[in-house]
């Protein structure tokens, strides 16, 4: 009798499974792959945009500890701050999107996503991978509200504002990854601080002086405060899109975030 061989799955890692959610046989696009792409394009047919150019992007990479040793592929399109990105793609059309860890860093989340929408055919998938609030530096920050994303869609700055400036420099804390989530935290004024209150306004008052795009993390999200808020948008037909039920540790996954997609109708 053959002894029963044990067959082992094969590991999903986390580009596979943001690949199988969406039709990599159609043209997509990443916003702002930088050294870690979920859409390969040595196997699909994919257009990269970021907000700064690949010099910049160069630069940065370099300077960035995680990025040591990384591959960091050149872009395609510079998304312009301002500039539709209908216009900045050359009005091409996809069919699917992807976004990972970049939607906490915009200013006006609302017309972001309304312009990615624009560039996808009827049917096509938004995937956004975003940090959960509650086990990030941004642990006590307060959850991003509708009234928030209304007020800044209204507005509609292509630059942090000196509210979420001030927000995520005054409240977030220093973690490089030690702190353990599940254990009872310490209260805001016992926990290390990346950056002071006076940095917080200093900081500020710079960028909007000289209109510098200062990166923080310019909104703060729960899977069940993003459903709740961009439900209600999408309800206002601002969004055209349904809304999928958020995943949290999916095949792949990292620590503290979790995905949701978001589907064009007609």
Partial sequence: MLAEMEIESPV??????????????????????????????????????????????????????????KYVPR????????????????????HYAVASHVFEHVPNPIGWLSEIIDCLAVGGKLVLLVPDRRFTMDYYRRETTFADVLGWYVDKPSIPTPGQVVDFLAQ????????????????????KRLYSDLD?????????????????????????????VFERVSQM???????????VGFQGSIPAEFLVCMTKRS
């Fill in 172 to 191: 977030s804390f220093y973690d490089l990854g030690e702190v353990d989530f599940n254990q009872p935290m310490l209260p805001f004024d016992k926990a």
């Fill in 12 to 69: 999903v890692t986390r580009q596979d499974f943001v690949a199988s959610l969406v039709d990599t046989s159609k043209p997509g696009i990443e916003i702002a792959p930088y050294f870690n792409p979920m859409i390969s394009k040595e196997l699909y047919d994919v257009w990269y945009v970021d907000c700064i150019d690949n010099d910049e992007i160069q630069s940065k990479a370099k300077q960035n500890p995680g990025g040591v040793d």
């Fill in 237 to 247: 037909n601002i969004l055209n899109v349904d809304i999928s039920e958020p995943l």
């Fill in 75 to 94: 872009i395609d399109s510079v998304w312009v701050p301002g500039k539709p990105l209908k216009e900045c793609v050359k009005g091409k059309t996809f």
């Fill in 200 to 228: 917080a306004i200093n900081f500020a008052k710079m960028t909007k002086e000289k209109n510098h795009y200062l990166d923080v993390h310019c909104s703060v999200w729960t899977p069940t405060s993003f459903v709740s």
